[in-house]
């Protein structure tokens, strides 16, 4: 059944509509995406201070803490998993609860304890089902 001329120029409007909506949410997310590289480059000279510093104190100090030595079997693990909230984010939320998947079943025939912390909606609500 064809459609009249007027549906088929709504129709294009409509499309029109969602492509510049869709176009305005990539540079808004661009432009994020941007800022937090800049305060993640800005923060840089910080934490390799503060590495720096922790790795001296580790080294250098003859205290024996659970802090400063390493187990020589654990068993225990922790994992933590950081999805998005919302937003366009759906591959980097499944990639990384893929990942986790994975990550826990080795850590689990290695036969470690594993304790799994999860920040994000997605990464919850994976859990949660």
Do not use: C, W
């Not at 390493?70 to 693990?77: F, H, L, N, W």
């Amino acid at each position: 059944m064809a459609l009249s001329l007027r549906e088929y120029r709504a129709r294009i409007k409509s499309t029109e509509s969602m492509k510049k909506i869709t176009r305005a949410m990539e540079l808004i997310a661009a432009s994020r995406i941007i800022k937090a590289q800049q305060r993640a480059q800005a923060a840089a000279p910080y934490a390799r201070e503060l590495t720096r510093a922790v790795s001296a104190v580790a080294t250098f100090s003859n205290v024996d803490h659970p802090l400063t030595t390493e187990p020589e079997d654990p068993k225990r693990a922790a994992v933590l998993i950081v999805t998005s909230d919302r937003g366009l984010a759906g591959a980097y939320s499944s990639s990384v609860l893929k990942e986790a998947e994975r990550l826990i079943e080795k850590l689990k025939g290695e036969g470690k304890d594993v304790h799994v912390y999860v920040s994000g909606r997605k990464g919850e609500a994976y859990f949660k089902f």
